[in-house]
């Protein structure tokens, strides 16, 4: 834990933050004098009713009525948000079309990793969605139906979602490096109507043509009754063999003039499905609401990220993360949302800075990786590139290292705050981050989110402050599930979130809440380590191991062996050309050794040709520790889950050698 903040608030910042105007506004409805981003947040988790009704009239969120109550009903699971409230998503999200001042400002900008660049400003895509509801309509799609997407991260993806939630139908999406098998497994249990369809994607300087597999997943959900053809790639007709029943193209059902037309729907019906991981089995569909998301992601993005009206926006995804929901939620804001289908890193380490530039993007979001691969560059994007009007970079998907945050501060610049982040699929936004007036420690997250009743507790549910324990959320959010998918009687929701604490949402990370009140991640408490009784983070490794040159990437795990012994080996993907000599050994046990402690250094390190993540970049490190185990690889893993298959074949060879 860093003595001084890295990074403070600047107080003449032109235009002034709305989470000022916010906390003013506040003050005026409850006589409070709040000051300090900490008195906000207090008061968000102790007045629930006061600050989120707060929330609703700050962002005037459209419904048919006003709402009477906020919270109907505080328990978890089962909290009622703003009940006999009609709201819906869509009609938030192209509210800035009505708006002289931006109609003909762009709305999406869409980047091919080609170098190609698409803009559709707020006019068009109005236009544009109303047009595919109303063939949506007019092909039976009605309110509470299912649709889905075999997409990637382009403005057709994001038109077709606005159009399925227009009319109160359910969006879930998958990207395209999935297998048609993989892709099935998610979208078929939703039993769909229509299927919007790529011809293709790009990654790493290749187009990879996916119309057999589109044809495939097709067969694969027999509920399908229409699937949109989408040229994404110029791969050519999806369906040359008439393998499909009944195929439309994109053009043929956007070229309409019909105006949107919006659904009110209660608050909390379903708004989209997305998934968990499922590296162990069929992935779970988790399902969240119109109304919960438009007021969290009002208040995530309007007041945490400062987005407001006439902002660009460009957070790296793919339409399998959570991350892509929050792109599209941009518009939300008014703000104007960058796409960009391909990889992070090709041609090079510059690229997404280099997006950045030319979108003139006010916020970027990425993942530790991309900072990490710029140090070992040595690029200074800030000099090399215009990205003045950059003020924030948001960070998420695993704890950024410590040693990023002086990176991005000489490298990009000292006014742009690096926000660290942390939240999850399950509710679709954040548990703990930054804001624009809080400070930032170097290797930690500045605070927990407004609204967000986050704690660390020990295992018998006791607070903890300055130690590690359990992250929990002792108060209900808006963004929580509404159900999981084919789950009738709500048993598995429970049991994910629930059973350990009852009533008390139980997240899975070790956490540390500081003196100064941010947040440190340590890591799943799933992949716990514990070295003599003693509970270790892998993200306190992950942070010194990878500043290591040499190390590409490293997985660290904690297995209880048969004999009641305890192994703890640390597995590194070595830079090109380097070998796991005795020198480089020594030299990542002593930096673990002297920048950590002596528990951290592992018994074993082993030099290996891949880490496997799930298709969200996350390691696998319980899936690895199973095998170390002798779990079968069958049921440890499901393959359409995970990035390399091969690396975790490797260890199951590895296994059995040891």
Not at 186 to 195: F, I, R, T
């Amino acid at each position: 834990m860093t003595a001084e903040p890295i990074w403070r608030p600047n107080p003449d910042q032109t235009p002034r933050p709305q989470i000022h105007a916010f906390t003013e506004f506040a003050n005026q409805r409850t006589g409070r004098d709040m000051v300090s981003y900490d008195d906000l947040w207090r008061w968000s988790v102790s007045d629930l009713d006061g600050f989120w009704g707060a929330v609703w009239d700050f962002f005037d969120v459209i419904a048919d009525e006003p709402y009477t109550k906020v919270l109907a009903n505080r328990s978890m699971p089962g909290a009622e948000w703003f009940p006999g409230t009609r709201v819906n998503y869509a009609e938030h999200a192209l509210r800035a079309a009505l708006d002289e001042r931006l109609v003909d400002e762009p709305a999406i900008i869409t980047v091919t990793e080609g170098g190609n660049r698409f803009e559709v400003t707020w006019r068009e895509l109005r236009r544009q969605v109303g047009s595919v509801a109303a063939w949506m309509r007019e092909h039976g799609v009605q309110q509470g139906d299912r649709v889905v997407g075999y997409l990637p991260n382009t403005h057709h993806t994001l038109v077709a979602f606005l159009a399925s939630a227009s009319i109160g139908a359910i969006w879930s999406a998958c990207a395209q490096d999935y297998a048609a098998a993989g892709a099935a497994t998610k979208l078929g249990q939703l039993e769909p109507s229509v299927l919007f369809a790529a011809d293709g994607y790009s990654w790493n300087g290749q187009n990879f043509d996916r119309r057999d597999q589109v044809a495939e997943l097709a067969a694969r959900i027999p509920s399908l009754r229409t699937v949109v053809a989408i040229d994404n790639i110029g791969a050519g007709p999806l369906d040359d063999d008439n393998r499909i029943a009944d195929l439309v193209a994109w053009d043929d059902i956007t070229g309409g003039d019909t105006p949107p037309e919006f659904v009110r729907v209660d608050f909390d019906t379903p708004l989209w499905v997305l998934y968990s991981s499922g590296t162990t089995g069929i992935p779970k569909g988790i399902v969240h609401s119109h109304g919960g998301v438009v007021i969290d992601h009002l208040r995530l993005l309007g007041l945490h990220l400062d987005l407001r009206p006439g902002d660009r926006f460009f957070w790296y995804t793919n339409t399998n993360w959570m991350m892509w929901n929050l792109v599209a939620s941009a518009l939300l804001a008014g703000a104007t949302t960058v796409c960009f289908d391909g990889s992070p890193l090709y041609p090079g380490p510059r690229r997404l800075w280099e997006i950045a530039a030319e979108t003139e993007a006010n916020v970027l979001g990425v993942s530790p990786g991309i900072f990490l691969a710029g140090m070992k560059a040595g690029l200074k994007p800030g000099e090399e590139l215009d990205l003045s009007p950059l003020r924030t970079i948001g960070a998420t998907g695993a704890p950024v290292p410590a040693h990023c945050f002086p990176w991005v501060r000489d490298a990009v610049g000292e006014r742009v705050q690096l926000a660290s982040t942390s939240g999850g699929t399950d509710v679709v936004s954040g548990f703990a981050g930054s804001a624009p007036n809080l400070e930032v420690w170097a290797g930690e997250l500045s605070g927990p989110v407004l609204g967000v009743a986050l704690q660390s507790w020990d295992d018998d549910g006791e607070p903890l402050i300055g130690q590690v324990g359990e992250m929990v959320i002792t108060e209900p959010m808006p963004s929580m599930p509404v159900k999981f998918w084919n789950d009738p009687d709500g048993q598995r929701y429970r049991g994910t979130y629930f059973s350990m604490f009852p009533g008390v949402w139980r997240h899975g990370d070790w956490i540390t809440i500081t003196d100064h009140g941010s947040v440190i991640i340590s890591g799943r408490s799933d992949a716990t380590l514990n070295r003599h009784g003693v509970r270790l983070g892998s993200a306190d490794i992950y942070d010194i191991v990878d500043d290591i040159a040499e190390v590409a990437e490293s997985l660290v795990i904690g297995a209880e062996q048969p004999d009641g012994g305890y192994w703890m080996p640390l597995f590194v993907v070595l830079a090109d050309g380097v070998s796991l000599d005795v020198s480089l050994r020594s030299r990542i046990a002593g930096d673990l050794r002297s920048k950590a402690s002596p528990r951290h250094v592992p018994d074993d390190i082993i030099a290996v040709p891949a880490i496997p993540h799930t298709r969200t970049g996350k390691k696998l490190e319980v899936p690895v520790k199973r095998l170390i185990q002798g779990h079968a690889l069958e049921k440890v893993a499901n393959p359409d889950a995970v990035d390399s298959f091969e690396a975790l074949e490797y260890f199951v060879r590895f296994a059995e050698q040891r």
